[in-house]
Nanobody
Framework: QVQMVESGGGLVQAGGSLRLSCAAS????????MGWVRQAPGEEREFVAT????????FYAASAMGRFTMSIDNAKNTVYLQMNSLKPEDTAVYYC?????????????????WGQGTQVTVSS
């Protein structure tokens, strides 16, 4: 079983930055494909970013490309999502997700393990 706890959310003005953290336990993040998925009020969950087990390959949703960066710290068993140039439309609950597989996972429905989420609010 994999447990994940997200942190780092908050309220930020448009154009600002936040760094989300996802601390995993139960398995090493180096044995998992990790992802970030967000859900805005009244919307379905939306894939944001994923990284493969080695951390050498990442994939981003078009909405995140060029602004968000996902990374892994194996020593801390933690993954991060650095979010820059934030926009009001980035407002959502951000979830960390994981899957025991190879490659990357860009389909939000293919993640069996989820954290509890952290709220990100971007004011205009």
């Amino acid at each position: 079983q994999v447990q994940m706890v997200e942190s780092g959310g908050g309220l930020v003005q448009a154009g600002g930055s936040l760094r989300l953290s996802c601390a995993a336990s139960g398995r090493s993040v180096s044995s998992l494909v990790m992802g970030w998925v967000r859900q805005a009020p009244g919307e379905e969950r939306e894939f944001v970013a994923t990284v493969n087990r080695s951390g050498g390959s990442t994939f981003y949703a078009a909405s995140a490309m060029g602004r968000f960066t996902m990374s892994i710290d194996n020593a801390k068993n933690t993954v991060y999502l650095q979010m820059n140039s934030l926009k009001p439309e980035d407002t959502a609950v951000y979830y960390c997700a994981a899957r025991r597989t190879l490659g990357i996972v860009s389909n939000r429905d293919e993640y069996p393990y989820w954290g509890q989420g952290t709220q990100v609010t971007v004011s205009s």
